[in-house]
């Protein structure tokens, strides 16, 4: 499991209106991603550098073949996000299965309690950088809140992979209890989207 990153970008309507562009894309001024390559490419570069040689093994955990998918399919799919709140049963959420239907099944967090997302993926062919996830909380039609995870840059592996976000704290009072809407999307440094999805939950006095 991979632990989150430094770079967390959070804003909230706290902080003053929390407006409705897609900033999540924008880059770093005077950045531009680096060429895409392919693994056989990526693992034969540079072959004489022996610290780019481990990180490269590092990255890839061993695994320098094709992890035997259909060649086809996308190179990341997301496979399901997770609640995780310390004393409690992590709440999973499919991601592949109909993702028309997850909006309307919100659960319940009790106010003020310390929450963390897992989200589960899987990388199909090609090394994959700069891997981003985002989501933006609406409640009653108006977005209250947004956050922006640099989840990090992965290789192909048959297993499922995974990465924990920051701990983030639920609101409280009774000002703050009620039904919330998340949407959520899954984005690399080439603002290359590969899943995008809304899911709910209510915020309560207690978890019942």
């Given at each position: 499991?991979?632990?989150?990153?430094?770079?967390?970008?959070?804003?909230?309507?706290?902080?003053?209106?929390?407006?409705?562009?897609?900033?999540?894309?924008?880059?770093?001024?005077?950045?531009?991603?680096?060429?895409?390559?392919?693994?056989?490419?990526?693992?034969?570069?540079?072959?004489?550098?022996?610290?780019?040689?481990?990180?490269?093994?590092?990255?890839?955990?061993?695994?320098?073949?094709?992890?035997?998918?259909?060649?086809?399919?996308?190179?990341?799919?997301?496979?399901?996000?997770?609640?995780?709140?310390?004393?409690?049963?992590?709440?999973?959420?499919?991601?592949?299965g109909d993702l028309a239907t997850l909006k309307h099944n919100e659960f319940v967090i009790k106010e003020g309690a310390e929450y963390?997302?897992?989200?589960?993926?899987?990388?199909?062919?090609?090394?994959?950088?700069?891997?981003?996830?985002?989501?933006?909380?609406?409640?009653?039609?108006?977005?209250?809140?947004?956050?922006?995870?640099?989840?990090?840059?992965?290789?192909?592996?048959?297993?499922?992979?995974?990465?924990?976000?920051?701990?983030?704290?639920?609101?409280?009072?009774?000002?703050?209890?009620?039904?919330?809407?998340?949407?959520?999307?899954?984005i690399d440094d080439d603002k290359r989207s590969y899943l995008e999805w809304e899911w709910g939950f209510a915020i309560k006095k207690?978890?019942?």
């Amino acid at each position: 499991m991979e632990e989150a990153q430094d770079e967390v970008q959070h804003e909230s309507a706290a902080d003053g209106d929390v407006e409705d562009n897609d900033d999540h894309h924008q880059t770093t001024s005077g950045y531009s991603p680096p060429a895409e390559k392919s693994l056989s490419d990526i693992i034969a570069l540079d072959a004489e550098d022996e610290s780019l040689v481990r990180y490269k093994q590092t990255l890839l955990g061993g695994n320098a073949q094709p992890t035997g998918v259909d060649p086809s399919s996308p190179n990341v799919v997301v496979t399901y996000l997770a609640f995780v709140a310390e004393g409690r049963d992590d709440v999973m959420i499919d991601l592949t299965g109909d993702l028309a239907t997850l909006k309307h099944n919100e659960f319940v967090i009790k106010e003020g309690a310390e929450y963390r997302l897992r989200i589960g993926f899987r990388v199909n062919h090609e090394i994959v950088a700069g891997l981003r996830y985002y989501h933006s909380v609406h409640r009653k039609s108006i977005k209250v809140d947004k956050t922006s995870v640099m989840v990090g840059s992965y290789g192909p592996k048959a297993e499922v992979q995974s990465f924990l976000t920051p701990v983030e704290e639920a609101p409280s009072g009774m000002m703050a209890r009620g039904s919330y809407k998340i949407k959520s999307k899954f984005i690399d440094d080439d603002k290359r989207s590969y899943l995008e999805w809304e899911w709910g939950f209510a915020i309560k006095k207690d978890w019942a």
